[in-house]
């Protein structure tokens, strides 16, 4: 019967042998090189083709002129034109793209001082929208505006009035007072009744120093309102959509 043998994994193979008497023990078969595929290695060349033509495309020519005048090219960026401008060319010569200079540190803060800013112009735009919304929303016309002032007014017009009422009480308490100290013109004051106007003067002008106080909320409450009845003209027309185009 004839022999098998086993392929070799080095990419060599026995050839089997024809019928006849059985080898000795310890010959080997003989071995050839395996005949290659064609159609294999076809196969694998295209499949990585794509793949060597993006890397090969992908590779480009850097160039630049050092601080000396000289004039460099590379296959990566060049060191010695970091502080310059870099152009990567295709094959062809044409320009791809242009690499800016690599910036310095105050270079780098001054670029990130304006991003900083930039970030902060567009958070304040979205902060003053969200306003207007929230305006338009409270107010969707002037007469609930004017109805929101005059409750907002309301509290301090009538501390205001309650004060006056009671420093015209108090004007009215020291009458008989002071007509009594008349008695004692050239005279001393009894304690008693030293302490009594005393007492008025004191009430009166905490009233009158409390009186300012609530003229000067009035006056900050139809500032704020009078500012608000602007914008809202502004935004009312156009409702949500006119907010959406108004500077803030």
Known sequence: MPVKCKPVVDGLHCKPRSAGPAPQVGRACRAGPVAPRPAAWLGTLLAIAPLTWAMAADVGIYSCTDAHGRKLTSDRPIAECIAREQRVLN????VRRVLPPTPTADERAEIESREQAALAERAAAKDALRRDRNLLARFPNEA???KAREAALEASRKAVLASQGRIAQLANERKPLM???EFFSGKPWPAKLKQQIEANDVSVDALRSLINNQQAE????DERYDAELERLRRLWPGSLMNAANQPP
Not at 218 to 221: A, F, H, N, Q
């Open 179 to 181: 007509a009594e100290s």
């Open 91 to 94: 094959a062809d010569g044409s």
């Open 144 to 146: 609930s505006h004017r």
């Open 218 to 221: 009035i006056g900050r409450i």
